[in-house]
Antibody
């Protein structure tokens, strides 16, 4: 059974930082491109960024709204995906999903709330 | 405003056939596969259609997808009350080098 389990969400003040993790099981994690997608309360889905696999040099892409503030990384030895979020703004408040969009693997999401 | 355009709402009666549209451009739908996701209230999205018209195992054949030019559509035949959900189209955009989502269509079963 495929499982993606996010962790690390919580309440953070504007300007603060947070690191999300995603633990994968039931898949050959190292082969997959992985994405982060977020959903603000009552809003639609928004792609945050992607990291490719080792064969594609772990290259990353980011949405314009987070570029320069967010960093995606992975540790294939731990079957884990990460999202480092810096300079957080209230507009970053959302449920963050770890996923492989093209294959349809999604975690349950973790809530990040940015507020003073 | 989303790169992909979806109507915000749709409705149908049980047993009816409903369709959802998704309009894009040459840099996304016009050159890449379209994916459709269903999101039930309070849950993570679930993949319904991949590569524009393929169904993952376990997805009923009541769901079908198609693509023509820079537009795509999702059809649900034999509508059921449990189909009430939000439906999102998504596609890789070559110009933006990223996935783009439609704003989502909320389906109501009357």
């Amino acid at each position: 059974e495929v499982q993606l389990v996010e962790s690390g969400g919580g309440l953070v003040q504007p300007g603060g930082s947070l690191r999300l993790s995603c633990a994968a099981s039931g898949i050959t994690f190292r082969d997959h491109y992985m994405d982060w997608v977020r959903q603000a309360p009552g809003k639609g889905l928004e792609w945050v960024g992607r990291i490719r696999n080792k064969a594609n040099h772990y290259t990353t892409e980011y949405a314009a709204s987070v570029k320069g503030r967010f960093t995606i990384s992975r540790d294939d030895s731990k079957n884990s995906l990460y999202l480092q979020m810096n300079s957080l703004e209230s507009e970053d408040t959302a449920v963050y999903y770890c996923c492989d969009i093209g294959v349809g693997y999604w975690g349950q999401g973790t809530l990040v709330a940015v507020s003073s | 405003q989303s790169v992909l355009t979806q109507p915000p709402s749709a409705s149908g009666t049980p047993g009816q056939r409903v369709t959802f549209s998704c309009s894009g451009s040459s840099s996304n739908i016009g050159s890449n596969y379209v994916y459709w996701h269903q999101q039930l209230p309070g849950t993570a999205p679930k993949l319904l259609i991949y590569r524009s018209n393929e169904r993952p195992s376990g997805v009923p054949d009541r769901f079908s997808g198609s693509k023509s030019g820079t537009s795509a559509s999702l059809a649900i035949s034999g509508l059921r009350s449990e189909d009430e959900a939000d439906y999102y189209c998504t596609v890789w955009d070559d110009s933006l080098s990223g996935w783009v989502f439609g704003g989502g269509t909320k389906l109501t079963a009357l």
